[in-house]
């Protein structure tokens, strides 16, 4: 099963990229690499604690957010939405290939997908 979650989750990495490469939102190539690790500065809330690091990340992280970025972007015809969205898709599939989900507010290492880090069972 885990395989095959991976396997939908790259699937969904590749959709979002072929279509950030087929609309004409013209940006420069090198700003979606560059900006691919962004939804990952929504850790600093973990300086505060746990709880407010959680939601931070869960809402960086969360494919409704993203999904939600993209329809404001195509039906408004907003690129930089469009753009975003996408990048948000592609970086959130990404992580769920890596095993990271969305944390619970206990610690970092509790996510969606299972324990993580030191927390996760050998």
């Known amino acids: 099963m885990k395989n095959l ?3 939908e989750q790259a699937m969904q990495l590749a959709i979002a990229i ?3 490469y087929s609309q004409p939102i ?3 190539w090198w700003l979606w690499p560059f ?9 600093v809330g973990y300086l505060i604690n746990s709880r407010v690091g959680a939601v931070l990340y869960n809402l960086a992280h969360h494919k409704a957010a993203a999904g939600a970025l993209v ?3 195509l039906i408004f015809h907003l ?3 469009l753009f975003a969205g996408l990048l948000l898709w592609a970086h959130s599939s990404f992580d769920r290939i ?3 989900g969305l944390k619970y507010p206990d610690s970092f290492g ?11 069972k050998k």
Do not use: E, R
């Open 35 to 43: 900006l691919f690790l962004a939804p990952d500065l929504s850790m």
């Open 98 to 100: 890596m095993g990271y």
């Open 110 to 120: 509790h996510t969606h997908l299972g324990f993580i880090g030191k927390g996760a």
């Open 5 to 7: 979650l991976k396997a």
């Open 18 to 20: 072929w279509a950030l």
């Open 26 to 28: 013209h940006f420069a």
């Open 79 to 81: 690129p930089v939405a």
């Open 71 to 73: 329809l404001a972007g």
